[in-house]
């Protein structure tokens, strides 16, 4: 009689404790508690009310729920937990239960046990939610022995305290990404998706030491404290941007595949991202599907290749699907390649070869019927042929290209169609550096233009934007030290200063280095003793965003002959930018010397000048992600190094300096006038040729170390730069030598050949507009040229 009554009494005090339970969760349960879910959702909550557990509704049904722990205060009651299931139970007569013999089991309503603890400690067992969002099985017997606890079983997210160790990983909700240490002891990111597996972060491209880890310590433990660290025995460190006590924290591999810290605003509810392990989404692999390319402009986001298309066009992650089909008896007559410029698939290479031609690497790609691409690096010949293409990219200081094969029918129309515009077509490349008033659609003045020129490609480019608004607010000053090497590091190097750091640096900017148009420039030390140059911009009228924005484009660009940006400033009305610092001066000071105080530059230094100065506009100009007009070529933005080498300063700054276009006038320009191009003055859209023009300029005052540019005198007599053009032309047509315009200072001492070819090149490029060369055919030109030992003509 008693074994009849017992458990209907006990299911009698049960329904009175749910009761009591909707109206106030229990901080700490016995056996026999059990809650339905028509009886409210909350069964546990910690002692500081953090954290709550219960049934949790499922995103899409409002009718199937899970048993979860969230955060309590959180706007979007965030889970941190979910009893691994996998499937949801009914709303109505499901419940979890503490059984008397100490098991917290999940029912379904038709009496399936959809998740259990499995624990067995009989009736003194007790289940309790403590303050970390841990949730406790005890054994009270055994003294409070813990016999299970959720912080065992992590899902998507790690809490303080809670350790991630060897046996346990944390899976995104898409099912799709693991954080899991690997063999080596190594934490990693993996993608796993329905066709293929892959590592995707630390980059594996490099070994784990080159990746900032360690593989020796076999410990296999991450975990984040109290202060906003998430420390890994592997010596991967994120430290959270507001790190110090006090504030709730999560470590989630989110649903995109990328690993992120997160810090609650107690006052709000909201959740900051203030730490991040992915820098740049496109590593992330799976995003962008088979056959997608993951690319920036300006925010993220998935492009098809020529000749695909999307799979699902609702779904990136499935990709995209060929628009065409090929059989292995098709001639290699009938394909072609398509280039994606600093494009790349990773992995599935079907070979792979070093010092070859781009030639031969067409030719085995072409012989191969299942090769569908191929990723050639033109400075050491690398060839890559591959067999699938998933996790495409487009990265544009990838130093490669992706070449698309493609049967000729299909890429003809993919060409001319508008889908995308990943591809620098031959033709299309040619066209459209639109200047970016027309971009911003306001305002009609080419003189406006001047200020603001950049080249914009058709129909593709916006401004090219590799990291968010709130990467910089929040990653800048927390680059973890396992940052991918190599070209992957570029973007990690450049970052943003406080005012206070840069006042400190500059010694409170006592060290003037030059003054100019857009702003003054000082010389500083940073706190790792790398001397800088800082710009402190006048008259920027910009914002914030659309300043970072600018700034970021300019920070990206990168070569060796172009001043490297650092870093900038954006506090206030204070906009500054950090510089590489050149050791010697401009050009100007070295070519036009009557003090005679500076070193008179040899023959060979200035045909290097001309070079890598020509080098670094054509690498402005046909980069195909990020096209800048300088505008404003001339000696004095032309800057030596330590070994005479050129770097191009100022570019792209004409567009940060926004002056106002009413208050603009030449009177302005007079310093520049003799290097601008006609068309300034003609109402003509302006394009890259104004800097070949100019360019021309400057390549005959290296030559004559004159200022050609404000009149020359020959013979006795003062000719402007285009009658100097005419002479210069007659004696190239009458093969008479040039000893009379280059430089008298060097005595003769200079190379024939080079000095022609330079000559010729500048007369060209002083050409009507549609004439002039562009700037890669002009460092082809020189290169031609281009030898260390110069042959002295003495007359
Ligand atoms: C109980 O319902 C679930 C779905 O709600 C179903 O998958 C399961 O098979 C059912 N079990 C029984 C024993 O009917
Ligand atoms: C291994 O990592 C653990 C956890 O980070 C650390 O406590 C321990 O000192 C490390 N061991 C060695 C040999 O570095
Ligand atoms: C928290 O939210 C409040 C209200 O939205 C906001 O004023 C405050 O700046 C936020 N704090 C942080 C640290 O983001
Ligand atoms: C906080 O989140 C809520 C809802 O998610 C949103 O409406 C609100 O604007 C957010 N507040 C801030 C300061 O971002
Ligand atoms: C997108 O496709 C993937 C892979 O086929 C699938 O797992 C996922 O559920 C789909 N997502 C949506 C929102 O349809
Ligand atoms: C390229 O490498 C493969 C092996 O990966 C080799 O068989 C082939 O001969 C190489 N081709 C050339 C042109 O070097
Ligand atoms: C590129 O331009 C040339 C000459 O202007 C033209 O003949 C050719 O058809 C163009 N190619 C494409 C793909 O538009």
Redo the contacts with the bound molecule.
Sequence with gaps: MGKFLCPLFISFISVLLCCAASASPWQTIGTGTSLQVDHGETFLVSPDTTFSCGFYPSGDDTNAFYFSIWFTHATDRTVVWTADSGLPVNGHGSKISLSHEGNLAFTDVNGTTVWESKTGWGKHTTVALLNSGNMVIKASDSEDKIVWQSFDWPTDTLLPSQRLTREKRLVSQSGNHFLYFDNDNVLRLQYNGPEITSIYWPSPDYTAVQNGRTRFNSSKIAVLDDEGRFLSSDGFKMVAL?SGLGIQRRITVDYDGNLRMY?L????G?W?ITGEGVLQMCYVHGLCGRNGICEYSPGLRCTCPPGYEMTDPENWSRGCRPTFSVSCGQQREDFTFVKIPHGDYYGFDLTSNKSISLEECMRICMDSCVCLSFTYKGGDGLCYTKGLLYNGQVYPYFPGDNYIKLPKNVASTSLISKHHGLTCKPNASKVMLVSIDAYRKNSDNIMWAYLYVFATIIGAVELVFIMTGWYFLFKMHNIPKSMEEGYKMITSQFRRFTYRELVEATGKFKEELGKGGSGTVYRGILGDKKVVAVKKLTDVRQGEEEFWAEVTLIGRINHINLVRMWGFCSEGRQRLLVYEYVENESLDRYLFDDSGTRKLLSWSQRFKIALGTARGLAYLHHECLEWVVHCDVKPENILLNRDFEAKIADFGLSKLSKRDSSTFNFTHMRGTMGYMAPEWALNLPINAKVDVYSYGVVLLEIVTGTRVSSGITIDEEDIDLMQFVQVVKQMLTSGEVLDTIVDSRLKGHFNCDQAKAMVKAAISCLEERSKRPTMDQIVKDLMVYDNEDYHPAYF
């Design positions: 507001d810090s605003n107690a006052s709000d909201n900051t």
